[in-house]
């Protein structure tokens, strides 16, 4: 069965700290991986997306990198704010089908 | 995201009513998706559309039946709603044609059924 799994389930930090979210999969093949943030009483909104020959891609603050091999892929937040208290999903687009596969997400807290 | 709009945003029904979920779209995009997201799982996909007369079952479509009106409107019915179908619902649309065919989500609807 094709899954995403992510961890930590939930995190909280401080303003300012960095932090490290996790997503393992197993989907095979896919063409792409994208990390979602999804605010509290909003939907989910696309932050990076990575092709599955890519290695890191950034947008600000935000850091997503993929390990093809062992089938990783993680979130870094530099710099952390109040912010970016949110959920954050993994999402893999299946090579064939064009069929997405979200994982649970990731609930970050920023503490002042 | 104000291009995509769902109605209503809040609704309380009972077990065995009828209920409606709307979603428009002003992006101009042909594809267009409705998922349910329960705590501690990833969104479910219950329907999905390519186009007008284009209508496909996703993972968890029983008890769900949905309506495409026009290209900038897709509809979710629960014909006869019961408890485990509380959630929140999204409705998304994307074009396949740019980023990666990048889905981009609505506000949510939160159903409690009763």
Redesign the interface.
């Known amino acids: 069965k094709n899954q995403v799994e992510q961890s930590p389930q939930s995190l909280i930090i401080l303003e300012g700290k960095n932090c490290t979210l996790q997503c393992n999969y197993t989907v095979s093949p896919f063409s792409n991986l994208r990390w979602y943030k999804q605010d509290t009483g909003r939907g989910p909104v696309s932050l990076t997306i990575m092709t599955f020959s890519e290695n890191t891609k950034s947008n600000g603050r935000y850091t997503a990198t993929l390990d093809a091999d062992t089938k990783q892929s993680s979130l870094h937040i530099t710099a952390s704010q109040l912010s970016d208290s949110a959920s954050y999903i993994c999402v893999i687009n299946m090579e064939y089908g064009n069929k997405l596969v979200f994982g649970a997400g990731t609930i970050l807290r920023v503490k002042s | 995201?104000a291009d995509?709009t769902q109605t209503p945003r809040n609704r309380i029904t009972k077990t065995g009513k009828r209920i409606m979920l709307e979603c428009s779209q002003t992006k101009g995009h042909d594809r267009m998706y409705w998922y349910r997201q329960d705590p501690?799982?990833?969104?479910?996909?219950i329907y999905y559309s390519f186009d007008v007369k284009d209508i496909n079952k996703g993972e968890i479509s029983d008890g769900y039946s949905v309506s495409r009106q026009a290209q900038a409107k897709f509809s979710l019915s629960l014909e006869s709603a019961i408890p485990n179908q509380t959630a929140l619902y999204?409705c998304?649309t994307s074009d396949?044609l740019r980023?990666?065919?990048?889905?981009f989500?609505?506000?949510?609807t939160r159903l409690t059924v009763l």
């Open positions: 995201d995509v501690g799982l990833g969104l479910q996909l999204f998304a396949p980023g990666y065919n990048e889905q989500f609505g506000p949510g």
